[in-house]
């Protein structure tokens, strides 16, 4: 079985794709697309702000001091690549991380970077 450079064995579905990228073409495109969903730094901001937990948009350009339009059409971006969620309570929008390994991901790329 494949493993990264730190030893940790990769699951079978990485396995199958290092085996034949040429027959796995739609994973390694939404690969890509989460990788240029991750390439701007107001987008960076904004996943860092919802990795700590739901927030509306407000508590969004407060915490990333992006304006409420930047951040809105942002997060329809981030949302239709399924990486964003949204619960609505009441006229309230509440968005969240749909995945915790987005979370990592970033992490992991700031503590490679710092």
């Known amino acids: 079985m494949a493993s990264t450079s730190d030893s940790t064995p990769v699951n079978a579905a ?3 794709l290092l085996r034949d990228p040429e027959g796995n073409l739609e994973a390694i495109s939404e690969t890509a697309d ?3 969903a991750l390439a701007t730094p107001s987008r960076l901001k904004m996943l860092l702000v919802l990795a700590h937990g739901e927030a509306t948009v407000t508590h969004i350009v407060e915490s990333t001091e992006l304006s409420q339009p930047l951040v809105s059409q942002h997060l329809k971006f981030l949302r239709g690549l399924h990486l964003v969620g949204v619960n609505r309570i009441g006229r309230e929008a509440y968005y969240s991380l ?3 390994h987005v979370a990592h991901i970033i992490l992991d790329a700031l503590a ?3």
Do not use: A, E, P, R
Request: net charge neutral.
């Open 14 to 16: 990485v396995n199958q």
């Open 34 to 36: 989460l990788f240029k």
């Open 98 to 100: 749909k995945d915790d």
């Open 112 to 114: 490679h970077t710092v």
